[in-house]
């Protein structure tokens, strides 16, 4: 009011706390009044640390996470309760504008705003001047935390599954979900690590659909955009649905078939670098992943079995009604597609993939539960035991060789056209998991990069 416009004020504790959970960040007269009346009645119902506690609990200072523990976790890479000396007064030195100040962001600045507040410290008697000098001594930038944001596509994909179960959030929740940490650290760090310059994406179920590891990218910070739930061409990684679907009309892996060049009407695709094969067995012609079985496959059975087999398996909502749909021109998501093969590891039960178990009110009360529904039968026994042989000799002796380790059950290549997609879909007895690496705008990647070059190495490490 003495300035006669919105000049830059300041705020007690109080009030800000009051601001950080009840109101807008708008510069309104109405505002501040509300930040008023709400500081009183926060004043008259806690206590001075419980106002602290709430604001400390609340503010945000690292990339949208709130309280002074996670900023102590994304900067530092630990708890509030480990910070030292050094790393409490950058973290203050924050408060007052988290990006100007930021130990990752602006360091120099973030350093001689902790000495001002090491100095008033030791002004007003809380440390020594000893205690000054030492803390002086270990202020530095904040370290590149590669575990940071690795959970952020998850919680992004975790917030649309809660919308989608209790519709909109307007009170403060816990949601339990089925995310294994270990699990997730792992495949965020092997996905970083083997996808050079490309973009990857990876997810991880269980076998009754528990979704235990979400990356979508390799860094949130720069793209928001989640990979594992964007739609792209699978490629061969979509053959299996053809293959079941011989196999239950009473094929076997040893089964002879022909490889050689074959056409439907003006659809003519060729092998991968144009070699064929001849009289070779139905294992052999899946683990050398060649084009024109499944065709002719499709040919013989109809192309309405297979679209059906899929909708069995869960994925045919968006498949088209073309051939090239049996060589993977369809798209579909990575979590769709790994879901393919949890059904296969599943003993042919349906599998439905989930993130949360349970919701509840900040008092404990429920919200939300899964229910868990009754799997049913899609594959008879004999088909999956098939189907298990035809993806372990993809690993052993075809084209995933290189994610091939210990415990790796089976798994499956896919190279959609021009090398602009390439997935690797395997199984352990934990989990199933599907890696795919592109590029976002969909333009061709390298020649030599295919489904079990990067994509089955980085399944690879993951598994070892």
């Given amino acids: 009011m003495f300035h006669g416009r ?40 806690f206590t001075k640390n419980q106002i602290l506690d709430l604001y400390m609990n609340r503010i945000s200072l690292v990339g949208g996470h709130r309280g002074i523990d996670a900023a102590a976790t994304n900067l530092f890479g630990h708890g509030a ?35 001002v507040i090491l100095k008033e410290m030791e002004r007003q008697g809380y440390i020594s001047e000893k205690e000054m000098q030492l803390a002086f001594q270990n202020l530095k930038p904040a370290p590149e935390n590669p575990d940071k944001n690795i959970y952020r596509y998850w919680t992004d994909f975790v917030r649309d599954e809660i919308e989608s179960r209790i519709g909109s959030i307007d009170k403060d929740l816990y949601v339990y979900t089925t995310i294994d940490t270990g699990l997730q650290k792992r495949v965020a760090a092997s996905v970083r690590a083997g996808i050079g310059e490309y973009e990857g994406a990876a997810v991880a179920v269980s076998r009754d659909g528990a979704i ?59 092998n991968y670098d144009e070699r064929y094969y001849g009289g070779i067995t139905l294992a052999t012609a899946f683990a050398k992943s060649v084009n024109s079985v499944p065709l002719k496959l499709t040919k013989e059975y109809g192309i309405d079995s297979v679209l059906n087999m899929a909708a069995r398996l869960g994925v045919g909502a968006n498949l088209k009604r073309e051939y090239s749909t049996v060589l993977g021109a369809s798209e579909m998501s990575l979590l769709d597609l790994t879901t393919i093969y949890a059904v296969i590891w599943n003993d042919g039960n349906s599998v439905h993939p989930y993130s949360i178990t349970k919701i509840t009110d900040a008092y404990g009360n429920f919200i939300y539960a899964r229910n868990p529904s009754e799997t049913i039968t899609i594959l008879q026994p004999q088909t999956v035991e098939y189907m298990q042989d035809l993806l372990h000799e993809v690993v052993t002796h075809g084209t995933g060789k290189r994610a091939n380790a210990e415990n790796v059950l089976g798994g ?12 690797f879909v395997g199984a352990t007895p934990e989990f199933v998991m599907g890696i795919w690496v592109g590029r976002d705008d969909n333009t061709p990647m390298s020649s030599k990069v295919t489904g079990g070059t990067i994509p089955a190495t980085i399944f690879h490490e993951i598994v070892k």
């Fill in 81 to 115: 309760r480990e910070l030292t000396l050094a790393e409490s007064a950058q973290i203050a030195a924050m408060l007052k504008a988290p990006t100007l100040y930021s130990p990752l962001k602006n360091p120099e600045r973030n350093i001689l705003r902790a000495k």
């Fill in 212 to 270: 235990l590891a979400m990356v979508g990218g390799d860094d949130y910070q720069t793209s928001q955009f989640n990979r594992a739930t964007a739609l792209r061409q699978p490629g061969s990684a979509f053959k299996p649905v053809v293959y079941l679907v011989a196999l239950e009309n009473g094929m076997t892996p040893d089964a002879y078939v022909n490889d050689s060049p074959f056409s439907i009407g003006d659809y003519n695709p060729k």
């Fill in 6 to 45: 919105f000049a830059a004020g300041g705020s007690t504790i109080t009030q800000q706390t009051a601001k950080n959970i009840f109101l807008s960040r708008d510069k309104k007269v109405s505002r501040k009044i509300q930040e008023l009346i709400l500081s009183m009645w926060l004043e008259n119902r």
């Fill in 412 to 423: 499956k290549t896919g190279t959609s056209n021009d090398n602009r997609d390439a997935w």
